[in-house]
């Protein structure tokens, strides 16, 4: 329906425009140009869509998130001999190793649901079985810190 709605406008003016030359302008050209001019829509859509996801910024990777884990949970809580029972000062304790909470890694590559540690810093640990406070404890991770722990769960946890 929609192509008989375009087509009739144009057709008409088809029959009533002239060229320079004060000849009629050929119904089937522009009927062909409209339908040039809708299948350019459509693909335009789909082009953006596609250039957008190309000029996507790299995830963050460990060696970006492991100064914000250090300055911010690596202390006297999560270091080498912190008394939180986790050290996060390494990745392979935590990506893609069990939590505390069945079902659940510390980090699960691209999911910030199936990641426990997202939880704790988002204080929701207790929807999903966990305990205890959120983290970081007596502090909070800055927007920026956060969005740069979020993209790198998200985008792997490389």
Do not use: N
Not at 9 to 19: H, K, Q, S
Not at 76 to 99: E, F, K, P
Not at 113 to 132: A, F, I, P, R
Request: include cysteine; charge should be negative; glycine fraction near 10%.
């Amino acid at each position: 329906m929609r192509a008989l709605s375009l087509t009739l406008p144009f057709a008409l003016l088809g029959l009533i425009a002239c060229d320079k030359d004060d000849a009629l302008i050929d119904d089937t050209q522009v009927e062909a140009d409209a339908d040039a001019d809708s299948d350019t829509d459509s693909d335009s859509d789909s082009d953006a869509d596609s250039e957008s996801d190309a000029d996507s910024d790299p995830a963050p990777t460990w060696s970006e998130v492991e100064p914000i884990f250090s300055a911010s949970c690596g202390g006297y809580c999560h270091g080498t001999s912190g008394s939180g029972g986790l050290s996060i000062t390494d990745r392979a304790s935590l990506v893609g190793a069990a939590s505390s909470v069945a079902g659940y890694s510390y980090v699960e590559p691209g999911s910030l649901e199936d990641s426990y540690l997202w939880h704790k810093l988002e204080g929701t640990q207790s929807t999903v079985g966990g305990s205890g406070e959120q983290m970081p404890k007596g502090s909070s991770l800055s927007a920026a810190d956060k969005a740069t722990l979020q993209d790198w769960i998200l985008g792997g946890a490389q």
